[in-house]
């Protein structure tokens, strides 16, 4: 196995999944804006006797994104997994935001992503596995959150074009769909919902979904 790359690693969801799959033996790559984001995390993942490669990337700006995944690559290998979990999480009314914020909204929750994507997935699918997997959220769509939830809905859609392209060629392309406020110690701790990325990525390919719904309470799964 090569390793896991985490873009959009910091405290959170991010830090979470990086250190789940460390303690799986797998090597990691943490991917956030700020250096003393990322090299927090490392710090967390070296600490469990694994390698970790600290990199720091605009999400928004799709060559610092290629060339974080290219020095991720030279690093530990073509990944066998990747995880995008960047988000700008803002509450926004209809027509609050102006067009300009908006795009730079979506920049960051699916176009960022789909530059990811792009640049790792036709690899995996030559190589014939591997796992791009995705944060969602908002599975109903509120108007509190106009920008997040078009979004969130974008990654959806996003998941099921990379599961049509790159599916048969053995690349598992998912979202965990966060039903609710991350916070440590209460149902929505992101330990427990990085269980949910591990289990995701070690799916048979007769068994995988593109989508797991976490509410807190007890995982839905939704194909």
């Known amino acids: 196995m090569s390793g896991a790359v985490v ?35 490392a710090d967390e993942v070296a ?7 600290p990199l720091t990337a605009d999400v928004a700006d ?3 994104v290629r060339a974080a995944l290219d020095a991720a690559t030279s690093e ?24 300009r914020a908006q795009l730079d909204a979506w920049a960051v929750n699916v176009v960022g992503a789909l530059t990811a994507a792009a640049h ?17 959220g ?24 990379l599961d049509q392209e790159y599916g048969p060629a053995g690349v598992h392309a998912a979202s965990v769909t966060v039903d609710g406020p991350v916070a440590p110690g209460t149902p929505f701790d992101p330990d427990l ?18 989508e797991v719904l976490y509410s807190g309470l007890s995982p839905a799964h939704d194909h």
């Open 193 to 210: 919902i990085a269980e949910h990325y591990w289990h995701l990525h070690g799916q048979p390919q007769d068994q995988w979904q593109q």
């Open 47 to 53: 600490a469990l006797g694994v390698r970790a490669v």
């Open 120 to 136: 790792v997935a036709p690899e995996m699918a030559r190589r014939g596995t591997g796992s791009f997997l995705i944060t969602g």
């Open 7 to 41: 873009v959009g690693a910091g405290p959170g969801i991010g830090r979470s999944v990086a250190l789940r799959f460390a303690r799986e033996g797998l090597p990691v790559a943490v991917v956030a804006r700020t250096a003393a984001t990322v090299r927090a995390v």
């Open 76 to 99: 530990i290998g073509l990944p066998d997994v990747v995880v995008y979990n960047a988000a700008l999480v803002q509450p926004d009314a209809l027509g609050e935001l102006t067009a």
């Open 62 to 64: 799709e060559v610092s």
């Open 138 to 161: 908002m599975p109903e769509p509120k108007p509190q959150y106009v920008s997040l939830s078009l979004g969130k809905a974008g990654v959806r859609t996003l998941v099921r074009l």
